[in-house]
């Protein structure tokens, strides 16, 4: 089984690239479905979730060209409703991001069918949000079998307002998409204000769409006719930036983190000011300095522009690491602390109750074998392990290649003892009788 091994204990030094970002990635390639002719998608990050959906879009009868490493052509005139088959099903039911196929087939067709969403496991993942959407749209929403089938009631989605009850990205999204060519206008209200939620309806302003107020708590569609084709490059990944600013933090050294939006990277680089990180801003660079030692502090993750829920177990990492008591107060999700018990097997000193970790930092995290639990849990035992002494196995890391490009590589580059290795699961035989099983 491919692992990763890090010897950790080197601080980090250098330049590390950032590349586009996989949640506007994920949201923009379905996207692409509402558009009759070509779409130049600069700047994707190759990830195994963008390769997901590119397979998808292409056997639904989509033309797909890679131009060069971060550059591809997408034109899915020719993509139709009754190319679904059990080749797609079994590529959707990985990702979370799947359920946007049918913001987007709702939109071309006036149809949609998609299985229901993979994705990370953090408890309870509802989409009655996007139900509610696409429902007050026009379309009769129907979830039985493992599958969302939906249909516009008269053939066509036509403009309203909506008022959604919790704040949600995904939610977002997919009314967004499908919205884009409804009749007439389309007023959402309580929207997510994440950057990635910008960068689509640039995206769709792009290919002829007239979507206002992203980035604010209201979003306006004026529903046009169609969508023609163009080009539009992503922004870089907000959250791949925070996760190399935590590594820094944790491992202590000085990296210039190229190609971000440092406006996007305020709470992370606000919070790691407050643990004795310094951080310097440039037009499109963080220089992220750790030398003395790293204080306490407490942390709430909130939807954009609060701390972002994607950098916690990051941050939790770092504040492992930190003299004192520091407390994270989880405010999006049920059950985000799974990396936790992958943690305690390095030594750290963490308690839980609910929605908030407690952590008591410690001088040093001991190398271990543990497991990435899901995408970010991945990138938080990877920091651990760079800052642990000793040698740590990194299990599972399908999870964090999902949404990390060149992880190792990058890591690397900047000094890091890393390196990805396929060997057995440790022989039982080389288990000591002590221990059980
Ligand atoms: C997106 O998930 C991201 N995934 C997640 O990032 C991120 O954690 C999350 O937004 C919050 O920022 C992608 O963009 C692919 P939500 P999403 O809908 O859209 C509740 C990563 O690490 N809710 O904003 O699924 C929900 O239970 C991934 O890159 C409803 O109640 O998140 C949660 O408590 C992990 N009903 C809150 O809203 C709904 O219909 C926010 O969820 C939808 C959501």
Known sequence: MEKYVIRGGNPLRGTVDISGAKNAAVAIIPAAIMVRGVCRLENLPQISDTDTLLRVLSYMGAS????????????????????????????????????????????????????????CNFGLRPIDQHIK????????????GGFIRAAARDGHLHGTKIYLDKVSVGATINIMIAAATAEGVTVIENVAREPHIVDLANFLNSMGADVRGAGTDVIKIRGVKELHGGT????????????????????????????????????????????????????????????????????????????????????GTVLCCASGLSVITEGVWDNRYKY??????????????????????????????????????????????????????????????????????????????????????????????????
């Open 64 to 119: 797909v060209r890679t131009i060069n490493r971060s550059t591809v052509e997408l034109d899915c005139t020719n993509v139709k409703l009754d190319s679904l088959s059990e080749d797609i099903w079994a590529l959707t039911r990985r990702i979370r991001a799947s359920y946007y196929l049918i913001g987007a087939m709702l939109g071309r067709f006036g149809a949609a069918c998609s299985t229901m969403p993979g994705g």
């Open 133 to 144: 959407g696409l429902t007050a749209l026009g379309a009769d929403v129907r979830v039985e």
């Open 232 to 315: 539009y490059a992503l922004i870089p990944d907000q959250i791949e930036a925070g996760t190399y600013m935590a590594a820094v933090a944790a491992t202590g050294g000085a990296v210039k983190i190229a190609n971000v939006i440092p406006k996007h990277l305020d709470c992370i680089s606000s919070k790691l000011r407050e643990m004795n990180v310094e951080i310097e801003e440039g037009d499109d660079y963080v220089l992220v300095r750790r030398e003395g030692d790293l204080r306490h502090t407490n942390v709430k993750t909130m939807p954009y522009p609060g701390f972002p829920t994607d950098m916690q177990p990051q941050i």
């Open 340 to 437: 936790i018990e992958e943690l305690r097997k390095m030594g750290a000193q963490i308690q839980v109750d609910g929605r908030t970790a407690f952590i008591q930092g410690v001088d040093r995290l001991t190398g271990a074998t543990v497991r990435a639990c899901d995408l970010r849990a991945g990138a938080a035992v990877v920091i651990a392990g760079l800052a642990a002494d000793g040698v740590t196995r990194v299990e599972d890391i399908q999870y964090i290649e999902r949404g990390y490009q060149n992880i190792v590589g990058k890591l690397q580059a900047l000094g890091a003892d890393i390196k990805c290795v396929d060997e057995p699961d440790e022989p039982s035989a080389l288990r000591p009788a002590w221990i059980a099983g």
